[in-house]
């Protein structure tokens, strides 16, 4: 469960990024969070596994403190945490599977990752990875061959491989044409049911958030103006999250 408690950040420079935040998010849910650009919807996802960490209020995952967290104690918390972005952060010039078992690469020793000697366990474990977003056969191709979309998957099956209990995506469709968007969504949301692992997924489409998860977080200057089922929400939220004003009622 992450549970954000009158959550706060005012980056370095001054800028506020969230403003008295406070929500929980059971184990299994799909979230997405929608807004206009720089109303705080990454700043919101990074602040779960600290990449951005908090300025003001409490924030716990299943209990753990993640304003404290540093070191070896921050390293093993981030790995039950999984992380897609837009830009789905893969080499893309070396093969699928070498990219999937880069997910265990703090475990492993300097030597080993340079020479990619990988335990067989490990390679199992990704190539499971790999047959869960559907693309076992790609696993000896080099990445810079497949598709924006399946490039995508590889970031989700490297997430995988290191068993998450929760997957932070930010934007993960965005770079993508719609019917790969939807493909990759689809993706999202069999691992959602299939394995129970949270997705808390940043998307400016709101068709497909709407369509794909099943809570809808609003965001708007920092503020939480709408949270609740996906079903809900209707054009007046829409127009209030969206809207190009500046005034900050609540929906
Ligand atoms: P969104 O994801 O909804 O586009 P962000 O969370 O990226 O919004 O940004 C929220 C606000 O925080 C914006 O005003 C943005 O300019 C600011 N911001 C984001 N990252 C930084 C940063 N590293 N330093 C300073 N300000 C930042």
Do not use: C, W
């Not at 918390?77 to 010039?93: D, E, H």
């Not at 990875?129 to 056969?137: N, P, Q, T, W, Y």
């Not at 692992?197 to 940043?202: P, V």
């Amino acid at each position: 469960m992450i549970v954000f408690d009158k959550v706060g950040k005012v980056y370095p420079n001054g800028v506020r990024g969230l403003d008295n935040v406070s929500l929980s998010i059971n184990q299994g849910e799909f979230v997405a969070i929608i807004g206009l650009s720089g109303a705080g919807k990454s700043t919101l996802i990074r602040a779960i596994n600290k990449m951005h960490g908090i300025t003001e209020g409490n924030l716990t995952v299943d209990g753990i403190d993640v304003k404290n967290l540093k070191g070896k104690k921050l390293r093993q918390f981030r790995r039950k945490i999984g992380m897609v972005f837009q830009s789905f952060n893969l080499v893309t010039r070396t093969t699928v599977i070498q990219n999937v078992l880069a997910a265990f690469v703090p475990d492993l020793s300097f030597g080993r990752v340079l020479f990619g000697i990988f335990p067989k366990k490990d390679r199992l474990l990704a190539l499971e990875a790999l047959e869960k977003v559907g693309i076992l056969d790609k696993a000896y191709t080099r990445v810079d061959q497949l598709s924006g979309g399946q490039q995508q998957r590889v970031a989700l099956a490297r997430n995988l491989a290191q068993n998450p209990s929760i997957i932070l995506a930010d934007e993960p469709v965005a770079a993508l044409d719609p019917v790969t968007a939807r493909q990759v969504m689809d993706d999202f949301k069999k691992i959602n049911k299939e394995l129970g692992i949270s997705i808390l997924i940043n998307i400016h489409h709101v068709e497909l958030a709407l369509e794909y998860a099943s809570r809808i977080i609003g965001i708007r200057e920092g503020r939480i103006i709408y949270d609740g089922p996906s079903e809900k929400v209707n054009q007046t939220i829409l127009d209030t999250i969206y809207r190009k004003d500046t005034s900050k009622e609540v929906v």
